[in-house]
């Protein structure tokens, strides 16, 4: 497995573009500078009231798909 330590600060306006289905990919920056793709549904779990915050380990198989993400 592969793991990405990345630092998420999504506002709750632009999560409400995750509901409506006009978001579908999150693009963000990895702690060591790599860029990476995800899955908008996937950070479902993770919605407070203020949007999505805080550090993250996205898991992601030999052949780079996700496998899990965790807040750390």
């Known amino acids: 497995m592969t793991f990405i ?3 998420l600060t999504i506002e709750k306006d632009e ?3 995750l509901y409506r289905g006009s978001a579908r990919i ?3 920056r990895a702690i060591d500078g790599r860029r990476i793709q995800f899955p ?6 993770f919605v ?7 550090r993250f380990r996205i ?6 798909k996700l496998v899990s993400i965790k807040a750390l």
Request: aromatic share 8%; hydrophobic share 45%.
């Open 48 to 54: 407070k009231e203020n949007g999505v915050n805080g």
């Open 15 to 17: 999560l409400l573009r």
């Open 26 to 28: 999150v693009s963000a």
């Open 40 to 45: 908008a549904q996937a950070l479902r779990a």
């Open 59 to 64: 898991e992601f198989d030999h052949a780079f």
């Open 5 to 7: 330590d990345v630092d």
